[in-house]
């Protein structure tokens, strides 16, 4: 194959992997987590260092704390040091709220970047996966998001919202 496209096809397939984080962690899709990472990824939160397969229980704990969370990763720049090597950094913004104890949903809003390195290994079908094998997440900044939206839409402006307790929500779709 051409090398300017299998590097094409080599940083889609790394842009999906970053995707499919953000919206795991906002389904509670344990399995599509883990399938971010290889278990023995080296992981640096800062409130947590090891290996993802240890990582994967806690960041799941905390984002089934949120009664609403929301991420989204974009601005990948990845570089490439070999077939099966590359080096990604992109920006995140994350917005995650609790129930307070009047009733009402509050929270902040993240900024930061992830360092990530990724690694294409052998997958269980005999071709390769790229998945994340270092992973350091850098806060930059944050801002309070007080009296958010309920799970009731307001009658004012009835736009739908989804309350995303457990894994399995009805409108999850696997793609």
């Known amino acids: 194959m051409d090398p300017n496209l299998q590097e094409l096809l080599d940083k889609q397939a790394i842009s999906e992997v970053l995707a499919r984080y953000a919206r795991t962690l906002d389904w509670l899709d344990d399995a599509g987590q883990a399938s971010c990472y290889w278990p023995d990824a080296e992981i640096d939160y800062g409130f947590f260092k090891g290996t993802a397969a240890d990582f994967l229980p806690v960041v799941m704990d905390i984002e089934r704390q949120s009664a609403r969370r929301w991420h989204m990763l974009g601005g990948q720049i990845i570089r490439f040091h070999g077939p099966t090597t590359a080096s990604c950094e992109c920006y995140g913004i994350f917005a995650g709220a ?71 929500h009805p409108l999850y779709r696997e793609l």
């Open 98 to 168: 609790r129930h307070q104890e009047d009733g009402t949903l509050a929270g902040n809003l993240y900024g930061g970047r992830y360092l990530d390195e990724f690694e294409k290994r052998a997958n269980e079908n005999g071709g390769g996966e790229w998945r994340i094998a270092k992973r350091l997440y850098v806060v930059d900044w944050s801002h309070p998001l007080p009296d958010q939206p309920g799970f009731t839409p307001n009658p004012a402006f009835p736009l739908p919202t989804l309350e995303i307790a457990e894994s399995g």
